[in-house]
């Protein structure tokens, strides 16, 4: 089965929220990617930019879910130390991340890329960029 996977984004939780039928369309800043576990990833992108453990962050309820759907599509926020962190890592630390990330998956027998892992991240830390310049914060919608 497909996934979908949209990363944008919005002034808060309520606006997040929304997008929970229809996707991030416009007025939010989007990128769509497809076929991996952000959720997971997300635990894993923030370990390997801010540190602490896998285990620390998931129980403490990381990423944190805004909205939910019988369906199985959800909404769900960064952390602050994952905002953080994409937004202000520099390019060489987000491709060191990238790899790092590829390798993880790869352990799981997942294949992801390490040129598309690194486009991933280096698009994400340019939305976190854009987010906080406008006082917003990053979603992540899978469907």
């Known amino acids: 089965m497909s996934t979908i996977v949209e990363f944008f984004a919005a002034p808060d939780d309520a606006a ?23 959720e997971e990833a997300a635990v ?4 390997l930019l ?3 453990s896998f285990e620390d962050l998931v129980e403490a309820g990381e ?26 890592a520099e390019r060489s630390e987000l491709d ?3 790899a790092s990330w ?16 690194s486009v991933i991240l280096g698009d994400l830390a340019a939305l976190a960029r854009s987010a906080r310049l406008q006082g917003r914060a990053v979603y992540c919608r899978v469907a």
């Open 63 to 88: 990423p944190r879910l805004v909205a939910g759907h019988d369906d199985g599509c959800v909404v769900f926020a960064f952390s602050p130390r994952l905002f953080a962190a994409l937004a202000e």
């Open 44 to 47: 894993e992108w923030e370990c």
């Open 96 to 98: 060191d991340a990238a």
């Open 50 to 52: 801010a540190g602490g």
């Open 102 to 117: 590829a390798a993880l998956r790869a352990e799981d027998g997942e294949v992801i890329d390490t040129d598309i892992a």
């Open 16 to 38: 997040a929220a929304l997008v929970l039928r229809t996707g991030p369309r416009h007025p939010f800043e989007s990128l769509s990617f497809g076929n991996f576990d952000p």
